[in-house]
């Protein structure tokens, strides 16, 4: 089973600040990751899929990059609707398909 | 648009069965593979099990192997997932989720459905 590690657990921001989140696979997972973000008592929406691709309808304020087995998601300018949980997910080895532990980003 | 509802959640007992059900709209239900992926209360997502876009094919976490059984009724636009044989750590909100590539990400969740196993 791949292990995600996302880090740091808990990300404390300001409004208009860059935020910067981490994800690590226990082994390559190549280009195969997505990221999500959920807000209290909703379903995870789908950020970044192939690691870098944004979905539809995401802000280009959002991005992301890879090196080997460490993922990058990036919000260059956080507005006021990005706090929330962000989960990272690997889909290259299966079953099963494994999520990290998420980071959360909170209001500084 | 694409439209994902669960039903049938509730409070059972453990050992105990239930049924989930996911209605889908707004979109070719038998062109996509299909996912449930749960959340425990305060912790982090799970994926559950996937069933391929023609049903000819499935895979269940292993926590739930042998007990949960995912299938599809692509005439009715309707994921299920039948959970026998309940435990306390079953307890959590399950989502369906539409993949566009199974087995890969999830592009579209439902609201989510609330299953407590508690006697």
């Known amino acids: 089973e791949i292990v995600m590690t996302q880090s740091p657990a808990t990300l404390s921001v300001s409004p208009g600040e860059r935020a910067t989140l981490s994800c690590r696979a226990s082994q390559t997972v190549s280009s195969n990751l997505a990221w999500y973000q959920q807000k209290p008592g909703q379903a995870p929406r789908l950020l970044i899929y192939?690691?870098?691709t944004r979905a539809t309808g995401i802000p280009a304020r959002f991005s992301a990059s890879w090196s080997g087995t460490e993922f990058t998601l990036t919000i260059s300018s956080l507005q006021s609707e990005d706090f929330g949980v962000y989960y990272c997910q690997q889909y290259n080895y299966w079953p099963p398909l494994t999520f990290g532990g998420g980071t959360k980003v909170e209001i500084k | 648009q694409v439209h994902l509802v669960e039903s049938g959640g509730g409070v059972v007992q453990p050992g105990r069965s239930l049924r989930l059900s996911c209605a889908a709209s707004?979109?070719?239900?038998?062109?996509?593979?299909m996912h449930w992926v749960r959340q425990a209360p305060g912790k982090g997502l799970e994926w559950v099990a996937v069933?391929?876009?023609?049903?000819?094919?499935?895979n269940y976490a292993d926590s739930v192997k042998g007990r949960f059984i995912i299938s599809r009724d692509n005439s009715k636009n309707t994921l299920y997932l039948q959970m026998n044989s309940l435990r306390a750590e079953d307890t959590a909100v399950y989502y369906c989720?539409?993949?566009?590539?199974?087995?890969?990400?999830?592009?579209?969740w439902g609201q989510g459905a609330l299953v407590t196993v508690s006697s």
């Open positions: 989720a539409r993949d566009p590539r199974p087995p890969g990400y999830f592009d579209y």
């Open positions: 069933v391929w876009y023609d049903g000819s094919r499935q």
């Open positions: 192939g690691a870098s």
């Open positions: 707004g979109f070719t239900f038998s062109n996509y593979g």
